[in-house]
T-cell receptor, first 112, second 109 residues
């Protein structure tokens, strides 16, 4: 079974803090993704990576950065958290050229 | 047109009913399509893939209409356990997919 884990299920941070969200997958997948999910807006792609040290911007990269130093780990960084970044963050992985994405359980981030 | 558009619902149906959701997409080059299911407070999981005109898996049927650029999901004989949000997914390329906002289904006794 593919397993995608995320470092926290719930996180509360203050405005201006630097926030790290970690994602680890154990199936040797090339592709990894970060989404945020908001009511009525669905999943929106923030960044994705198809290889170590590679990254591509998704639809809403502003205010976020990512790091992929190892194949199994993909980190999302909020350089200076703002209240409009309060959301559910979902990480996913897939094989290169594969279609099915496997999701982690999500991190609900609240920025106060 | 949005890349992927779904009727948000909610759809409230009795057990045993047949219900259908539609999803329209804008990228005419997309070849394969997907339906994911997301339970409340859970992550999305793949329900069905649609590669040609359609796909059937038990009570679930997914159909594709390329001319009109929409896919549909039909659920027959609804069960209480079918209550979830159903996400339509359209690939932009092999590695990048676009998710619809989802259609919420509640099946009632």
């Amino acid at each position: 079974d593919v397993k995608v884990t995320q470092s926290s299920r719930y996180l509360v941070k203050r405005t201006g803090e630097k926030v790290f969200l970690e994602c680890v997958q154990d199936m040797d997948h090339e592709n990894m993704f970060w989404y945020r999910q908001d009511p009525g807006l669905g999943l929106r792609l923030i960044y994705f990576s198809y290889d170590v040290k590679m990254k591509e911007k998704g639809d809403i990269p502003e205010g976020y950065s990512v790091s992929r130093e190892k194949k199994e780990r993909f980190s999302l960084i909020l350089e200076s958290a703002s209240t409009n970044q309060t959301s559910m963050y979902l990480c996913a992985s897939s094989l290169w050229g594969g279609n099915e994405q496997y999701f982690g359980p999500g991190t609900r981030l609240t920025v106060t | 047109r949005k890349e992927v558009e779904q009727d948000p619902g909610p759809f409230n149906v009795p057990e045993g009913a047949t219900v259908a959701f539609n999803c329209t997409y804008s990228n005419s080059a997309s070849q394969s399509f997907f339906w994911y299911r997301q339970d409340c407070r859970k992550e999305p999981k793949l329900l069905m893939s649609v590669y040609s005109s359609g796909n059937e898996d038990g009570r679930f049927t997914a159909q594709l209409n390329r001319a009109s650029q929409y896919i549909s999901l039909l659920i027959r004989d609804s069960k209480l356990s079918d209550s979830a949000t159903y996400l339509c997914v359209v690939p932009l390329n092999n590695n990048d997919m676009r998710f619809g906002a989802g259609t919420r289904l509640t099946v009632k006794p």
